[in-house]
């Protein structure tokens, strides 16, 4: 509804033809959700979210992506995966970037929430099985350490994209 809107307002600006139109309509409609669900940790079974003891307050830009024990099934643990790459959080139309939107992260730095959805910056692969890897940088998404991981445990880039049950989410359907 929101893309037929902004449609209609800019068809009416002074600066649209036809082939502008057109442009327009497949630069919004590109960006489409390929699939939605929740991201599950596939070794412990504990979901993404937003950190616990920020989600009260909203979403911020920066807020780590956490693990979070307990039921997948809940609109803070649900996330659109982007044509464009975007890994988009539905409760806060915020995205899984690189902190500072850097667009090439330390194999150190956690991954964070933000309102700046750059596809380029932020913009991820996910294949089978389940690994999530960024696209410039090529790093996954990774727990810090290969251990089992307790509750609010923040989720890293990492170099180490190799297949193993530490590193793969799985998204479980609606």
Not at 35 to 60: A, F, W
Not at 81 to 98: I, Y
């Amino acid at each position: 509804m929101a893309i037929i809107t902004t449609l209609v307002v800019l068809k009416w600006g002074p600066f649209c033809d036809f082939k502008n139109w057109t442009y327009l309509f497949l630069i919004l409609a590109a960006d489409t959700p390929v699939r939605t669900g929740y991201l599950q940790h596939r070794k412990s079974k504990k979901c993404l979210q937003p950190k616990e003891s920020i989600v009260d307050n909203g979403v911020q830009d920066g807020t780590p992506l956490v693990l979070q024990g307990g039921d997948c099934y809940q609109e803070i643990s649900l996330f659109r995966l982007m044509s464009s790459g975007l890994v988009r959080h539905v409760a806060s139309a915020k995205c899984l970037c690189p902190p500072n939107l850097v667009a090439r992260p330390s194999v150190s730095d956690k991954v964070v929430f933000h309102s700046k959805c750059n596809s380029t910056i932020c913009s991820f692969r996910y294949f089978p099985p389940g690994l999530l890897q960024h696209n410039l940088s090529s790093a996954c998404l990774n727990l810090k350490d290969l251990t089992d991981p307790a509750d609010n445990s923040e989720i890293y880039f990492k170099s180490d994209c190799a297949n193993s049950n530490w590193r793969a989410f799985s998204f479980l359907g609606m």
